[in-house]
């Protein structure tokens, strides 16, 4: 027995010897391991990765700028690192982001504590309020019960398929007007495809019906971002706008909610209108009236609505703080002559204050389901869209540091030749500009980063009014009309299935020129007015030489 446990034992040991995979060359195999590091490391990913520091290198190291502080060579660096991992998306754009908090101190630009007070103002708390609010709205169907009342109303009896779209139209429009882009194209897209799923499969559906439900989509992707326009709290891009003004221009009045809704809504309305029209003209055929009559009929939509059951007091009260939330925001500081609210204060309220206000109130009414549960939990709120908070705060960063590095006197020299240009033709051309480079990087808010500063140079260099151009450069940044990428809420619709590029560009185009023909129109006109652009002695803080009006 021992000697067949000694044996045993053996062939134990020699099995714990051997290993668990065939024996390589152990040189063929150190060969395959670099082969393969080689090529995980040569990847356009990683090749983009290293050409954000690489131009930062060598600008550093090769750029000279005369009559130029050395600091302003060290900001185009930074701006060269951190525009290359943005437009590349080398690393998630939140992440290139949180780029100048580092880069500003390292490379002496300004302090770490300056450069972060940048990332939390006034504008990224409305940001923030703003969207806690959306997520009530969301959280209680508040948006799904608004669309199909809104579209019983324009349906018609009989069926009016122009006016139907009409009706999706101001819906996704209004849903927009307060909820960020990408949050409205999301919460209006299932009203979309419900309407859809009402119509036969698209393999048996006729020419009219087959249009019809290419409209259906390309409304709510269309009406998402113009609606947008009309309110600050509608995009990204409008924020950015405001709050680079606001860095840019420290002594200038500021722009306020009402003072954008002034001009903002009018733009977005006409623009809407051209929308409709050219969707009707293009999608809408003669007879579809009578060939949708069959599955879309009042009593289907009155069928959805009376599912939802009555409203609770849930979204009663979101309804409410909704609402408080418009009401304070527009008589906060109301007209030059009439002041708002805002003046019992010494206007030291901003907009982020209301509503921050507004959104704590959420966390503290309750909601009459459970008890001692409210309308807002926290667990709700980690839904919240960090990045674009992050973009704002390094889009804020980096026009501060243009200011304070004297890159932005180089930028005004260097395009000096423009002072004689007329207005007429610089503003369609902005526009122009704006919209096509948004087509191409998937951030609208990235493209207004980019964008705003150099537009508040260029004016600075004509003697213009800088919302002359600062305004319809940064709204154009919204028409990301063409491709399915150009823009998150692009990719919503686009993924239903239900459209193709072909219809992008087939209604993107016209629309795109309407945009740019209303943008050259309203702003030396409605724009001069609401924002007083006419007036020099708002900004004069800033101002080398008195603006040409």
């Given amino acids: 027995m021992s000697g067949e446990q000694t044996g045993s034992v053996e062939e134990q040991q020699k099995g714990m010897k051997a290993p668990l995979l065939p024996v390589q060359d152990s040189a063929s195999h150190s060969s395959n391991q670099q082969v393969m590091t080689l090529k995980s490391f040569l990847t356009l990913k990683n090749l983009y990765i290293i050409l954000g520091p690489l131009l930062s290198l060598l600008i550093c190291l090769l750029v000279k700028l005369k009559d130029a502080p050395a600091s302003s060579v060290k900001m185009l660096a930074v701006i060269a690192w951190v525009f290359a991992w943005w437009v590349t998306e080398a690393v998630p754009l939140p992440v290139t982001s949180l780029c100048p908090l580092f880069l500003f101190p390292l490379f002496g630009i300004g302090s770490a504590d300056s450069v972060a007070h940048s990332y939390m103002d006034d504008v990224i708390t409305l940001v923030l309020g703003s969207f806690i609010l959306a997520l009530a709205v969301e959280r209680y169907n508040v948006h799904r019960r608004l669309a199909l009342n809104v579209t019983l109303l324009f349906c018609g009896d009989p069926l009016n398929p122009a006016m139907l779209l009409m009706g999706l139209c101001a819906t996704t429009f209004f849903v927009s007007m307060w909820l960020h882009n990408v949050a409205a194209a999301v919460m209006m897209m299932p009203v979309a495809t419900g309407i859809l799923q009402r119509l036969p499969p698209p393999s048996e559906q006729s020419e009219a019906v087959n249009k019809f439900s290419r409209a259906v989509v390309l409304t709510v992707v269309y009406a998402t971002p113009i609606g947008g326009i009309s ?81 609770s007091f849930a979204e009663k009260m979101v309804l409410s703080v909704f609402g408080l939330l418009i009401l304070l925001w527009m008589t906060r500081n109301i007209t030059d002559d009439i002041p708002g609210w805002g003046s019992l204060f010494n206007n030291l309220v901003g907009d982020g204050s209301v509503s921050v206000l507004v959104a704590v109130l959420l966390f503290i009414i309750p909601n009459m389901k459970q008890e001692g549960e409210k309308l807002m939990s926290w667990n709700e709120c980690k839904k919240l869209p960090w990045n674009l908070i992050l973009l704002l705060g390094a889009g804020f960063a980096l026009a501060d540091g243009v200011q304070s590095s004297g890159l932005a006197d180089v930028f005004s020299r260097a395009i000096d030749f423009l002072e004689d240009a007329p207005f007429w033709a610089i503003a369609p051309a902005v526009s122009l500009i704006s919209s096509i480079i948004t087509e191409f990087i998937t951030s609208n808010d990235a493209t207004a980063t980019l964008i705003v500063p150099l537009l508040y140079h260029i004016a600075r260099t004509m003697h213009v009014h800088p919302l002359l151009l600062m305004v319809p450069g940064a709204i154009a940044t919204e028409f990301a009309f063409w491709l399915p990428t150009s823009t998150p809420s692009n990719v919503v619709g686009f993924a239903t299935g239900h459209i193709e590029i072909k219809d992008m560009l087939k209604l993107g185009v016209p629309l795109k020129v309407a945009g740019i023909v209303v943008l050259s129109i309203l702003m030396p006109t409605l724009g001069s007015v609401v924002f007083g652009t006419n007036d020099g002695t708002q900004w004069v803080t800033q101002a080398k030489a008195p603006i040409r009006t």
């Fill in 231 to 311: 309110t600050l709290t509608g995009t990204g891009v409008n924020l950015i706008l405001i709050g680079m003004w606001k860095s840019l221009v420290p002594g200038a009045k500021p722009i306020s909610f009402s003072t954008w809704f002034f001009y903002g809504f009018p733009v977005a309305a006409v623009l809407l209108i051209a929308f409709w029209c050219i969707m009707c003209s293009l999608y809408v055929q003669k007879g579809s009236a009578r060939a949708l009559s069959a599955y879309l009929e009042k009593a289907h939509l009155r069928r959805d609505l009376e599912a939802l059951g009555p409203m």
